[in-house]
Every structure is written in C-alpha cells, then in structure tokens.
C-alpha cells in the first residue's frame, strides 16, 4: 500500500470519530447490563478504539483499500465482557441480543464449542448493531463485543499479546505454549462449571432435606400428636387416643399439626371453655381442651358455646345421679354411660 496520504488520515480518523460514538453507546448498554447482572460479571466493560496506526497495519495484512476498510475491519470499535463461568456466555450473549437498544447481534467467533484457534484463543465475539447519532445523521454502527470468561482473560494476559498479531506469528515453541496454557486453564473452565453444578446439587439437597423434615415435623402423626401434647400439658396420652384425636381434627379440615397447635393453645378459646364448665360447677379436662376448642373453631363462638353448655349440661346431670346414687362417677365412665363422644356425635351443624 501507497504511503498514508493527509485526506486519507482524514477519512479514517472521521471513522474513528463515529466508531468512538459508538463505543461509547455500547459501552452504556454494557455498562447496565453488567449493574443488573452481578452474579455474573465481576469486572466492568473493557473498551478500545483502534489507532490510526493498527488500522493501517490491518489495512496492509487484509489487502484492504481506504474505501473499504471500514466495511472489512469489524474490530474498530471493541468492548471486552468478563464473565464467570463458560455456560454464562451464552447468557451474556442472550441479555445482549434482548436489549432494546442493540438493534442486531450475530456471532463472528465462537470457539466455546468448536475448540480453540491455531494459537489457543477461545474467546465468543459478537457483532452488535446499534443506532447512534452523527453529524446531526442517525446512523447505524456495528460494534464488536468480546465475551470470555475469567480463565480466558487469563490466558489473553499471560499469552504474550505481543506475538498475538495478525502481522506476526509468534515462533513454533511459543505457540506451542500459548495452546498449552489454553487447554489447562479450559481444564479450569471445566472445573469451575462443575464446581457451580455441585454447588447447586447440594443446596438443592439440603433445601429438600430441610422441608422434608419440615413437613415430617409438621404432619398430623399420632406421635407428632403425643408429643405436643407432652410438650404444652405436660401430660401423656396414648397412642390409641392420638389416632382418635386425629381423626376427629381432620374431619375439621385441620391437616397440619402447626395449625392444631396454635388452636389448642388459642388463649380466648381456652377461657370460653373454662368459663362455659364453671357455669355448671364444672372444671375442664385435658379432653375438653384438645377437643372442644375445634368445635368453637369450626362452629363458630356463638354456636360453639351452645353445644359446650349442652356437653357440660349433660355432664352435670349424670355427675348428679351419681352422687345421688352414693358413688363419684369418673368422667370417662360417664362419658361411655351418655355416650358423649365427641368424634361421633360432636359433628359440624348444617
């Protein structure tokens, strides 16, 4: 190529000029891309414009004329975007090629699948297309947008970018370095990706773990039954008692011990059962508490207290004919004589 005339450093630093606009628009979009995205970008765009000196120098290597060479050259304007992990490239790219404002977005490079160059090199580009205004014109200009991860930058820093030129081939042994340096920190790359993938698997596992005991803890079992009761009454029950108990609380639609819980232990209910049994000389039971509190729950308080006082009405009459009768009753046998109970007959009205 003719010496570099003063109307063709014109020309191309005019391109320069328009190709900082547009840097500088992709740039932004990046920019914001990378702030709502952090945990997947630990390091800011990295942007360069090429100099009027590395844009002859390609000029010279690709045979390329001044009327041409903005078309040819598509890495005049660049921006580099440093990922985590190598399946967070195609991420990148999608946020890319979804943003409003880039207008297009095609892969130029893509060695993430197909290997490596003749050097080492495995870094995704893309070309984006933005709008971007100029000399009162809007235009559109291409940008390419370089995505790797942080095992790749690596490689761009310790491969000696000085032989990494179009116009010069490093020597045999150096590049047989680079590709060396390539495959182990693609060794990495790999790690790195099943390290994530592992990460996930256990916090999965333990997450499934934790709610499985969660629900274990939760479910209406006799011995789940038993052992709240042991723990808010300091008193035992049987295993036969549970599974009555139990039956009586799901045909109320209570199916979760948490939910039972807080209705036994419900303070105003309590008060309303111990109230309604004073009325008739009367004092609340274990058995009233795990029960009756479901019947002022599910009937309602108004009606709820009714069948209380026709339970204990009922209680007092035959507590009577027992004392008449010279003897003391217990409640269980009096329950079993007037056939008060209450998973059969305590049974929802309407």
């Not at 190598?86 to 993430?112: A, T």
């Not at 160059?117 to 947008?145: A, P």
């Not at 990495?188 to 999965?204: F, P």
């Not at 639609?253 to 000389?281: D, P, R, W």
Request: overall charge positive; glycine content about 4%; aromatic content about 6%.
């Amino acid at each position: 190529m003719a010496r570099l005339t003063k109307s063709n450093q014109k020309k191309i630093e005019k391109v320069r000029e328009q190709k900082q606009r547009t840097l500088d628009k992709v740039v932004s979009i990046l920019e914001d891309i990378c702030k709502d995205n952090k945990e997947i970008f630990k390091k800011k765009p990295d942007s360069r414009l090429k100099s009027l000196e590395s844009i002859v120098e390609k000029m010279k290597v690709i045979r390329c004329n001044i009327n041409a060479f903005q078309k040819h050259i598509e890495d005049i304007a660049g921006v580099r975007l440093t990922c985590c992990t190598i399946d967070e490239i195609q991420q990148v790219e999608d946020l890319i090629r979804n943003h409003p404002d880039i207008i297009d977005c095609k892969v130029i490079k893509d060695y993430g699948e197909n290997g490596v160059d003749e050097y080492g090199y495995r870094g995704h580009h893309l070309l984006v297309t933005v709008k971007v205004s100029y000399e009162n014109k809007t235009l559109r200009d291409r940008c390419e947008v370089q995505v790797r991860t942080l095992a790749q930058d690596l490689w761009a820093i310790l491969s000696h970018r000085d032989f990494y030129k179009v116009s010069s081939k490093p020597p045999q042994l150096v590049q047989q370095d680079m590709i060396t340096l390539s495959k182990l920190l693609e060794v990495v790359d790999n790690l790195a990706l099943s390290l994530k993938g592992r990460r996930k698997t256990e916090i999965d596992k333990e997450i499934r773990e934790k709610s499985e005991k969660l629900v274990k803890k939760d479910m209406l079992t006799p011995e789940n039954v038993q052992k709240l009761i042991s723990d808010k009454f300091q008193k035992e029950i049987s295993i036969d008692f549970a599974y009555q108990l139990i039956q009586y609380v799901l045909t109320n639609n209570i199916t979760s011990l948490k939910t039972y819980k807080t209705l036994i232990t419900n303070n105003k209910y309590q008060n309303i059962i111990k109230k309604i049994f004073k009325e008739f000389e009367l004092v609340p039971e274990l058995e009233d508490y795990l029960y009756d509190i479901i019947l002022l729950k599910s009937e309602g308080v108004s009606k709820g207290k009714k069948a209380l006082r026709e339970i204990a009405k009922g209680l007092q009459k035959e507590r009577l004919r027992a004392v008449e009768k010279g003897r003391v009753i217990p409640r269980e046998e009096l329950k079993r004589e007037t056939k008060i109970s209450r998973p059969d007959n305590m049974e929802k009205s309407g």
